[in-house]
């Protein structure tokens, strides 16, 4: 499974546009990478998922350089209901397991 | 109805004692997960289950057992309960082989304290 970094914590403004980058160098070419996100005492919430380039949905976009090795979560003008913990997982489409790293902690401020 | 329902919510037991948490689900979805998660610190996969007869240990399966009594049930036991086992548990589930997609759906968690 492909180890994942991403920031521990990250602060913004209501209304902004943010973005968190997760690295994953030794991403297989099976790979699939996904993105949830949890709020306290309650389960992850799956958010995005995306092989390359770009993925959108209602909620977020998921930007996927043509090397794979990175990406990025972008949530549109966050509101103070998006603080939470966003994980991105890296695995194979049908992976068996899914690695759950430390995640990001974003705190939107008023 | 929530698709997945765990029970109970909250547990408090004493060292030593048997402890079973349930997870149901009512997306008819084959795979089944159960998982940990210490406070602070991402979810650690315990044990999951792709189809009844289908059993396999997580990263941390030891001291904790399972049980998949129907495609709708996975149920997590302690056997002898220590304090370090005190977190939140949480089961998922996610769809069958074929499908392409990550996405696992979680329950609302099981709040375990071992004193």
């Known amino acids: 499974l492909a180890k994942t970094t991403q920031p521990i914590s990250m602060d913004s403004y209501e209304g902004q546009e943010v973005n968190i980058t997760c690295s994953h160098n030794n991403i297989a070419t099976n790979d699939y990478i996904t993105w949830y996100q949890q709020f306290p005492s309650q389960g992850p919430r799956f958010i995005i998922q995306g092989y390359k380039t770009k993925v959108t949905n209602e909620v977020a976009s998921l930007f996927i350089p043509a090397d794979r090795k990175s990406s990025t979560l972008s949530l549109p003008r966050v509101s103070l209901s998006d603080t939470a913990v966003y994980y991105c997982l890296v695995g194979e489409g049908s992976a068996r397991q899914l690695t759950f790293g430390s995640g990001t902690q974003l705190t939107v401020l008023p | 109805d929530a698709d997945v329902t765990q029970t109970p919510r909250n547990r408090i037991t004493k060292t030593g004692k048997r402890i079973m948490l349930e997870c149901s689900q009512t997306k008819g979805h084959d795979r089944m997960y159960w998982y940990r998660q210490d406070p602070g610190l991402g979810l650690r996969l315990i044990y999951y289950s792709f189809d009844v007869k289908d059993i396999n240990k997580g990263e941390i399966s030891d001291g904790y057992s399972v049980s998949r009594q129907a495609q709708a049930k996975f149920s997590l036991s302690l056997e002898s309960a220590i304090p370090n086992q005190t977190a939140l548990y949480f089961c998922?589930?996610?769809?069958?082989?074929?499908?392409?997609?990550?996405?696992?759906?979680f329950g609302p968690g099981t709040r375990l304290t071992v004193l």
């Open positions: 998922a589930i996610s769809k069958g082989q074929g499908s392409s997609y990550n996405e696992q759906f």
